[in-house]
């Protein structure tokens, strides 16, 4: 079957650099881990950066520093991954639904506004796939309201808004590093932040708490034992070996996006003459990522099965995540969401896909064109 996705490892890197930290007998939150913060802050433009276990954590971290609990409201597309609208709950605040822009399928800047209450805190806008949100207007909407950003950078990592690098817009970025992601460590998570405080707390929190990480009480050649717990933390910090993976896969991040860029492109120009596909859109102030390429098309799922008889695997993302029990049936008014989600089919697009197995995903789309009459 050709996948969905396929993490593409720069091997010749990792390896030998894996090696170096097993031999050390130092693989825990260490010094890689560290030397991987500060790379990914420079290369998002951002001043710090903290690396967390995965973007569910660096979410859930994220609303947790700002103070959002009981009673609180955080602003989500239900077009994302769960995890976008467990962030709140977990905090014990609740997850209210915006609607989506029909072409980016990104968040409704317009949408936002009209779901603001007195008891929203923060917005959490989702770069769908890799294509950047209208940031002007939600960074101008969050001001006028006194709310804090948080961008979902899960598809966005390597993506750009008006030269910006997705990630360093918001109060926040938290990024995935999962294994089907353009950055694919296994899995791993990063916040991005220019606010000091924010930095420091969340370096605590990721420690359950602690002042002072171990590696940090072992700087000097002498192991310190002491330190303080002063909040109530939690136990997502990352490691040396996902950090050793990390900079490594942080060196080709832009070329591998660049290849799924070509293939994406090759993809709108071949079904250019099928007019019953969808194509994504990128719009001018977007530099995509394309983490995936979804097309709408009619009889969707008809197609995925078809496709699937044809040796080729295909997704859905998503269906709309307020659908989902432990949301509690909340009403969600995302009548855009709605529509849209039935149509949404997720191709094949990962760096290493070959020209037969472009072809064979064109072609299992033109027959089934023929055999249904579109």
Known sequence: MIPVFKPKMNKAEILPELEKIFDSGWIGLGPKTSEFEEKFAEFTGTKYAVAVNSATAALHLAVHALGIGENDEVIVPSMTFVSTGLAPLYCGARAVFADIEEDTLCIDPADIKRKITGRTKAIIPVHFGGHACRMDEIMDIAAHHKLSVIE???????????????????????????????LPTGDGGMITTNDEGLYNRLRSLRWVGINKDTWNRSSGGQYSWQYSVDELGFKCHMNDITAVIGLAQLKVLEEHNEMRRQVARR??????????????????????????????????????????????????????????????????????????????????????LTDAEFRQVIEGIRDFAREAVL
């Not at 970025?173 to 089907?180: D, E, K, L, T, Y």
């Not at 019953?276 to 009619?298: G, L």
């Open 267 to 352: 993809y709108t120009e071949a079904f250019a003459e099928l007019p019953w596909v969808s194509t994504p859109v990128e719009k001018e102030y977007s530099r995509n990522a394309w983490h995936n390429y979804v097309v709408k098309v009619p009889s969707r799922n008809e197609l995925n099965e078809f496709l699937r008889t044809r040796g080729i695997s295909t997704g859905v993302h998503y269906e709309p995540i307020h659908h989902y029990g432990v949301f509690k049936g909340d009403a969600a008014g995302v009548p855009v969401t709605e529509r849209v989600w039935e149509s949404l089919l997720t191709l094949p697009l990962f760096p290493d």
């Open 152 to 182: 979902d950078t899960a598809h966005g990592c390597g993506g750009r808004y008006r030269g910006r690098m997705l990630g360093s817009i918001g109060l926040m970025g938290c990024f995935s590093f999962h294994a089907v992601k353009n």
